[in-house]
């Protein structure tokens, strides 16, 4: 669940709170999960003023990271002393995506300005990952939260070559082209690297099946 | 060895870096084409590092599986994972004579037709962020210049990458980093998205987006944006 992913980095990181936020390319954003209901109103902030690290983030595909609120340097005008105000020191945003499909944002609060140091940011970015991994899958293969615990989201870079190609073969999202590739995987018993390199060369070809 | 008209293309490259539409991913791509100018026939691939220290294909000089086979295969053995670990460079090592030093990668590189094998850090203080591998055919051992040129230019990917001299913070380091990575993933869907729809292979693919890049003056990843969108 991703209550409990939030939860479990907001206490091992020692954050003031956690909060998924799904985004929809057309603009509109809903919150799916917080650490608890105290950061919902803060995440609600960047919603309400339509701006913020989460929208940054999401927008440019790359994780928007601002180690002290108070030093932004007139960035978001209406958000930051808001937020500020709610408590917030810093705020760390991760945008959840695999390539081009985007889903949202993962935002990370902290009480106070604070430099995240490699290991923790490494530890968000396995969070960052998991949360991934539950969208894409509804379900993530991580049980455990911890930087060495691999396998998840871990593709070859002719996974992401198949998964175009199954898109526009199947005429289908990006997302349902890889659930329909790790579907064969599964049932015929074949690693899902091998599968894409099957496809690359032309010796797989998914049907058009009853999409699940 | 590289020309001097080459260097100073690669200048004009390096200054572009500055602005703001600023294309890393072909940036990196064209700096892979001039490492393999000082080498002279070799193949070269660039790797970086994820989060999780796995080393992730960015860019080569050859696209063709083959080529992404023996990059990405280096993660468990070669001279790419060697000089990651040690921050060394690894340089002109004979391929046939390193069967036991490297049981799975020599062998495989080998039936490619390769001789040598080169590995050069991209570094940033006590950090490895990636490598440059260079593979090259019997005669073409790299010469000292040749070896300190390479180095150099692996120092300007890295200065590109992270677009700071120093980055006293590890939080832009990860910003830059994750950007570049999923900038790859994206072009990656889209050479295959691409290759389905215009039936030709994905090497052949890439090239369409590196001339649609040029000719729209847009960067690579934002074309495999559009081919996806359409898709």
Known sequence: ?212 | MISSTQLSDLFVEVADTLVDDFDLVLFLQRLSEHVAAVGEASTVGLMLADHRNELRFMAATNESGEILDLLQLQNVEGPCLECFLSGEPVINVDLDGSRDRWPTFAPVALGLGFALANAFPMRLRDTVIGTINVFAGRDVSLRDDEARVIQGLADIATIAILQERTIARAEALTEQLQSALNSRIVIEQAKGALATTEGVSVDAAFELLRSRARANRQRLVDVAAEVLDQG
């Not at chain 1, 998840?152 to 996974?159: A, D, G, I, P, Q």
């Not at chain 1, 005429?171 to 099957?198: I, K, P, Q, W």
Request: hydrophobic share 45%.
């Open chain 1, 1 to 212: 669940m991703l209550e409990e992913l939030c939860r479990t980095a907001v206490a091992d990181l020692r954050l003031l709170g956690a909060a998924v936020s799904l985004h929809s390319s057309s603009g509109a954003e809903a919150i799916a999960a917080v650490s608890d209901e105290a950061i919902r109103g803060v995440e609600q902030l960047q919603l309400d003023h339509g701006e913020g690290p989460g929208r940054a983030a999401f927008t440019a595909g790359r994780p928007d990271l601002t180690s002290d609120l108070a030093e932004i340097d007139g960035r978001w005008p209406g958000y930051a002393p808001a937020a500020r105000e709610a408590g917030v020191g810093a705020v760390y945003a991760f945008p959840l995506q695999l390539g081009a499909s985007r889903f949202g944002v993962l935002t990370f609060y902290s009480d106070r300005a604070r430099q995240l140091d490699s290991a923790e940011l490494a530890a968000c970015l396995f969070v960052v990952d998991q949360v991934t991994e539950t969208l894409l899958y509804g379900e993530t293969t991580s049980d455990e939260w911890r930087p060495e615990v691999p396998r998840s989201l871990r593709f070859r870079t002719e996974v992401y070559q198949a998964q175009g190609m199954v898109m526009v073969l199947l005429g289908v999202s990006l997302v349902d082209a890889l659930a329909r590739m790790r579907a064969h995987a599964y049932v015929t018993g074949v690693d899902l690297d091998e599968v894409a390199l099957d496809i690359i060369a032309g010796k797989t070809q998914l049907e058009r099946g009853n999409d699940p």
